[in-house]
């Protein structure tokens, strides 16, 4: 067949027009070449890292993908935008990164993404959650590489100070006191309870207390301390009701003596007749004591054990030669009252309240 074509050709057209045909032929030829080249762009194409080179005839990068089958998703990652339109003198270098699924779990709540971004944080970024200055991601790091179907989870951190306040008790201070008799109290100043605050640092995870920390302690108001006095003055109620407060207790002797000439050597009318060492008259309620044992002025009251009636208050007027050491003489007004006493035991008691050591003459011992 080519050569009944040759043939026909020869046949056809002169050999000075054929010669023509084929350099019309050959220059169309080349000039098709040399256009595809000056029109014809090269491009680069990293999709995914995969590099492609080629020629394309597109006027932009949507034509030059199209040309290829190249797409690209809406979440995916295109370094130029469709509409740029190629270079033709220099390599055009187009980079596409796909976006893949993945699960950010944040705040209580899942949700899914499409991201294109090369670590954690950046994926963090994108979708425009701050990452508080404690919050801590559970299970990947900020600079961990994306993966499809992978787990970021944040985990927000709080932390705040509790301040919880505690009684700090009073104490109960006692003082003794020389005016109020033994088993009595007074509150001179009542008590009051202290303030002590303490405070806790708690740290939530989502919200939910994991850990509580003490951090200091402050006493934001000190305790009143609660006084109390005491009496510390003995004191006893004798057979008539009246209360005796006394210092100490002596057990002595106790023998009796009258104003008579028997008892003292003198009449009535004689000079001192009647009259004691101290110089108060003599009456029952004074009584002859030695110095060294109870000094003179001292008030006391003399307590009989027994059935016997008490001597009862008196005061240390009077001594006498045979009154030494724990023997004192009680005054009576007749001698029957001292026959009747005899000798006795009896409990002297050293009376609390006394005088400036001064007594009266005409004071009436037998008074408080």
């Known amino acids: 067949m080519n050569g009944l074509y040759v043939t026909y050709v020869k046949r056809a057209l002169p050999l000075k027009q054929l010669a023509l045909l084929f350099i019309l032929s050959a220059f169309a030829i080349t000039a098709g070449v040399l256009l595809y080249t000056n029109l014809s762009k090269d491009i680069e194409i990293f999709d995914n890292g995969k590099p492609i080179v080629v020629k394309t005839m597109g006027v932009n990068v949507k034509q030059a993908l199209d040309r290829l089958g190249i797409s690209v998703g809406q979440d995916d990652y295109l370094s130029k935008p469709l509409d740029s339109v190629l270079d033709t003198q220099a390599m055009n270098v187009i980079t596409i990164k796909r976006a893949v699924p993945v699960n950010l779990r944040i705040d209580g709540q899942t949700r899914k993404v499409m991201s294109y971004r090369d670590t954690v944080e950046e994926v963090i970024r994108d979708n425009g959650i701050i990452v508080g200055p404690l919050d801590k991601f559970e299970g990947v790091s900020p600079k961990d590489t994306v993966k499809a179907g992978m787990d970021i989870r944040l985990i927000r951190i709080k932390e705040e100070i509790l301040t919880e306040q505690e009684q700090i008790p009073f104490a109960v201070v006692e003082k003794p006191s020389k005016t109020m008799n033994d088993g009595e109290t007074k509150t001179v100043l009542n008590g009051e309870n202290g303030i002590r605050e303490k405070y806790y640092k708690i740290t939530y995870e989502d919200g939910k207390p994991i850990d509580r920390a003490f951090v200091n302690e402050k006493v934001v108001k000190n305790p009143v301390n609660k006084v109390v006095e005491y009496g510390t003055v003995l004191n006893f109620k004798n057979s008539r009701g009246e209360l005796v407060r006394y210092s100490k207790v002596i057990k002595m002797k106790a023998t009796a003596y009258t104003s008579s000439y028997v008892d003292t050597g003198k009449k009535p009318g004689?000079?001192?007749?009647?009259?004691?060492?101290?110089?108060?008259?003599?009456?029952?309620?004074?009584?002859?004591?030695?110095?060294?044992?109870?000094?003179?002025?001292?008030?006391?009251?003399?307590?009989?054990?027994?059935?016997?009636?008490?001597?009862?208050?008196?005061?240390?007027?009077?001594?006498?030669?045979?009154?030494?050491?724990?023997?004192?003489?009680?005054?009576?007004?007749?001698?029957?009252?001292?026959?009747?006493?005899?000798?006795?035991?009896?409990?002297?008691?050293?009376?609390?309240?006394?005088?400036?050591?001064?007594?009266?003459?005409?004071?009436?011992?037998?008074?408080?």
């Open 270 to 368: 004689d000079h001192g007749f009647g009259i004691t060492y101290t110089g108060l008259k003599a009456r029952e309620g004074v009584i002859a004591v030695d110095p060294k044992i109870i000094p003179l002025g001292t008030k006391v009251y003399i307590e009989v054990p027994g059935s016997t009636p008490d001597y009862g208050f008196a005061i240390a007027g009077d001594i006498g030669s045979a009154i030494k050491g724990n023997l004192i003489d009680l005054y009576f007004d007749s001698s029957s009252q001292v026959h009747n006493w005899g000798r006795r035991s009896v409990n002297v008691y050293i009376l609390n309240e006394q005088s400036d050591g001064r007594w009266k003459l005409n004071e009436n011992p037998c008074k408080k």
